[in-house]
């Protein structure tokens, strides 16, 4: 997003909420290296071609360093994303400046971000999975109410299977993705893209080798 300079800053007003994921993945991110890498993901680079187009104004949860969110700005699309580390968003700000690009960071966790109603063209969620069950939940809810009608959500997951691979993603089982529940969570939306299948990811240390992968497109 081509933000006035003083938007493009990671808000300090950190919620109470939030402070142990801020703990957990500052740990994570404080080393020089990308740890998903600098590429987009691709998945996402894939169906942004498909349904998304320059001045979309898009909103990335949890973007981490920013390899998806600069990735976004340089196709020419107006970006917002928030994360819970502010160790990564001055990674991810300092990555969008590298890029020429600007996109307006917020220091927030799903909960505690504003969700403007009707706001977005677009929606990116990209192994958002530390979320719960019930945080899942709200996080379709909110995505729902924060898309223009026929706005377009991506996302893309983990399955279950992935615990036989352990090439990246949580141990929980709870916190993994199955076409139905995805299908589901996303019965309000039109669902255009909807896969299970198993790849080879070479996305930073964090996501490398064959993993088994869900992808949603949905539209409002």
């Known amino acids: 997003m081509l933000a006035d300079s003083k938007d493009n800053q990671v808000h300090q007003d950190k919620p109470m909420g939030f402070s142990d994921a801020t703990q957990f993945w500052n740990q ?4 020089e290296e990308f740890i998903f890498g600098k590429e987009p993901n691709e998945y996402l680079a894939l169906q942004t ?3 998304l187009k320059p001045n979309d104004k898009v909103l990335c949860i949890a973007d981490g360093e920013g390899r998806n969110g600069v990735w976004l700005a340089k196709q020419g699309m107006q970006v917002v994303g928030f994360d819970t580390s502010d160790i990564a968003l001055k990674k ?3 990555f969008a400046k590298d890029n020429q690009v600007e996109v307006k960071y917020s220091f927030s966790d799903t909960d505690s971000f504003t969700w403007h109603e009707n706001a977005y063209d677009a929606v990116i969620a990209i192994f958002i999975q530390f979320a719960d069950p019930k945080m899942r939940e709200r996080i ?6 924060a898309l223009k009608p026929g706005g377009i959500f991506i996302l893309q997951g983990y399955t279950p299977k992935q615990l036989e691979y352990k090439t990246g993603g949580p141990s929980l089982i709870e916190h ?3 076409e139905e529940m995805i299908r589901d969570l996303a019965k309000e ?3 255009l893209d909807l896969c299970c299948y198993e790849k080879e990811l070479n996305e930073g240390a964090r996501h490398a080798g064959m993993s088994a992968l869900l992808g949603l497109v949905a539209k409002k």
């Open 28 to 31: 994570r991110f404080d080393k």
């Open 176 to 178: 993994l993705y199955t």
């Open 92 to 94: 991810a700000l300092q």
């Open 140 to 145: 379709f809810q909110q995505t729902y109410m």
């Open 189 to 191: 939306f039109q669902i």
């Open 49 to 51: 071609r498909n349904y």
